[in-house]
T-cell receptor, first 117, second 115 residues
Framework: GAVVSQHPSWVICKSGTSVKIECRSLDFQATTMFWYRQFPKQSLMLMATSNEGSKATYEQGVEKDKFLINHASLTLSTLTVTSAHPEDSSFYIC?????????????FGPGTRLTVL | AQSVTQPDIHITVSEGASLELRCNYSYGATPYLFWYVQSPGQGLQLLLKYFSGDTLVQGIKGFEAEFKRSQSSFNLRKPSVHWSDAAEYFCAVGAGTGTASKLTFGTGTRLQVML
């Protein structure tokens, strides 16, 4: 149980285009989903927190107009990188949390490698 | 604000040797502490967690960690390392309670295992 998937697992795009990354909780309803960014050989940095049906809360320094987050249902959150540039190339990881016995835990997806040419 | 320090960027051990990865945290309230492992190009797998109770927690793959409040530490240990343990290890502290708890990660420790 508590499986989180991401799609695509990797994507290459041209500079100036937009890319959408999906994060799905497969066997549970996620109250909250999180989006992280990880540069090579570095730690995970939280970008934003999203709850179903409400606007995402972005961390300081994260451009909300560039990284659009939509949490349309309890099992799906999407991250859209708009007008991507090479500096947006990174590993993007989502996680999801729900209540019950797994209160305070996050379950992580496998990540999406974005390369912007 | 909470923070996590992993002093060792890179550790190399021989297969079969014991392992200890250090983690120090800073958080004003009772922390929720986690250790995750990440293989190259993969997501994070939870090794173990501490919320309350027994300060020595057991995890998967033979790992354990001990919470020491007086030292603000949550070090990860394994008595005998296997070659498949080579990976990146992250310590994290959870802030707040409930499903919206944010995680703050340390910078990670890369474990190399010599055969």
């Amino acid at each position: 149980g508590a499986v989180v998937s991401q799609h695509p697992s990797w994507v290459i795009c041209k500079s100036g285009t937009s890319v959408k990354i999906e994060c799905r909780s497969l066997d549970f309803q996620a109250t909250t989903m999180f989006w992280y960014r990880q540069f090579p050989k570095q730690s995970l940095m939280l970008m934003a927190t999203s709850n179903e049906g409400s606007k995402a809360t972005y961390e300081q320094g994260v451009e909300k107009d560039k990284f659009l987050i939509n949490h349309a249902s309890l099992t799906l959150s999407t991250l859209t990188v708009t007008s991507a540039h090479p500096e947006d190339s990174s590993f993007y990881i989502c996680s999801a949390s729900f209540g019950g016995r797994y209160l305070n835990e996050q379950f992580f997806g496998p990540g999406t490698r974005l390369t912007v040419l | 604000a909470q923070s996590v320090t992993q002093p060792d960027i890179h550790i190399t051990v021989s297969e079969g040797a014991s392992l200890e990865l250090r983690c120090n945290y800073s958080y004003g309230a009772t922390p929720y502490l986690f250790w995750y492992v990440q293989s190259p190009g993969q997501g994070l797998q939870l090794l173990l967690k501490y919320f309350s109770g027994d300060t020595l927690v057991q995890g998967i793959k033979g790992f354990e960690a001990e919470f020491k409040r007086s030292q603000s530490s949550f070090n990860l240990r394994k008595p005998s390392v296997h070659w498949s343990d080579a990976a990146e290890y992250f310590c994290a502290v959870g802030a707040g309670t409930g499903t919206a708890s944010k995680l703050t990660f340390g910078t990670g420790t890369r474990l190399q295992v010599m055969l």
